[in-house]
């Protein structure tokens, strides 16, 4: 698989056994950003690395039966220090609707590693 697709997939099992089981390191989970990563939430709202590490420890075991689905995943560009890709991922909770959004995640590569440099999400209709 390409390296930043597999990207995508590995982070999203971190998030789902932090979010839905407390399994994990916020820490280790944050390695894998940018230190200048910024993104912008499906509401709109521009949030920097700390804010996702916040989010991330504050929502450690918040969600259980949570599972997060990708599909759609391509490469829209990549060049050789980076790559901007697109997925689509849906969260599912039990009892709720499962909510989707459409990503497009724009990576480094920084010292051999693959970084999170900026990440935008949108509601999908």
Known sequence: MNPYLQEVVDLHVLIEALFARGEGKVEAMIERFHPEFSMVTPNGLQVSLKDVATLFAQRAGSQPGLAIELIGMESLAQWPEGALIRYQETH???????KTRISTALFSVQGGRILWRHLHETWAA
Request: no cysteine; glycine share 14%; net charge positive.
């Open 92 to 98: 599912r909770l039990p009892g709720q609707n499962a």
